[in-house]
């Protein structure tokens, strides 16, 4: 039967913390914000672009969100268009999805990011058609609602008991909870393992090889 693996992307496969934190910066300076510290921003990388400004400025209304998140990908594309936008592999996830494959696992991804935004990172690092599937918030309500991971479970025809969520936040952990997936915690990532595990881990791993541990011992074993 078929088996899935479902990456999260921000965190998980690219560490592109830097560039998020210098977009939002120029977002809010823009808009004569505060900007909040970097530890914030990683706070709420996975969420979607609008939920993420919620819990940054919660008492600011929803319009004002949504326009910041517009603000958001503005600064964003001009960041890219400078060349300036940085998201490199995390060490090991090459050969993680090499072993997977190797294995007979389907791969997918299910982030936050755009439809645009996931294609320039896959690509940028020529993995784009390793997935079956690719889920982005242009589509789907944002985690942890279990929408992304449902539809890559279609798309993959795998069954919730199949599938594994490998994702570096509390987010990721319950969206797999809520699809019947298996959630794996990317200790790599930006979300402590404590809250990967409150938030319904089976475990967490501390670099992408060790993904394959977690799974001979928690979901093959």
């Known amino acids: 039967m078929t088996r899935l693996a479902i990456f999260d992307c921000d965190g998980t496969l690219v560490d592109s913390a830097a ?15 505060d900007v909040p510290p970097p530890n914030m921003s990683r706070r709420v990388i996975g969420l979607s672009l609008t939920e993420a400004m919620g819990a940054l400025l ?13 603000d958001y990908k503005r600064a964003f594309m001009t960041l890219r268009a400078g060349g300036k936008v940085e998201e490199p592999l995390f060490d090991g996830v090459i050969e993680l999805l090499d072993r997977l494959e190797n294995d007979g696992w389907l791969l997918a991804v ?31 309500p944002s985690k942890p609602h279990p929408s992304m991971v449902e539809q890559a479970i279609a798309d993959a025809g795998a069954s919730p008991a199949r599938t594994i969520v490998v994702g570096d936040t509390s987010f990721d952990m319950a969206m797999a909870v809520n699809a019947g997936a298996t959630g794996i915690g990317a200790g790599w990532g930006y979300h402590e393992a404590d809250e990967l595990l409150g938030a319904g881990a089976v475990a967490v791993a501390e670099t992408p090889l060790q993904v394959l541990d977690v799974i001979r011992e928690q979901v093959d074993g």
Do not use: M, W
Request: charged share 25%.
């Open 19 to 33: 560039t998020i934190y210098a977009a939002l910066k120029a977002s809010f300076v823009e808009n004569g914000l």
């Open 110 to 140: 299910a982030t936050g990011k755009s439809d645009r935004g996931l294609r320039h990172c896959l690509e940028q690092h020529d993995i784009r058609a390793r997935f079956v599937s690719l889920q982005t918030a242009d589509r789907h």
């Open 58 to 70: 919660p008492g600011e209304s929803a319009e004002r969100h949504s326009a910041l998140a517009e």
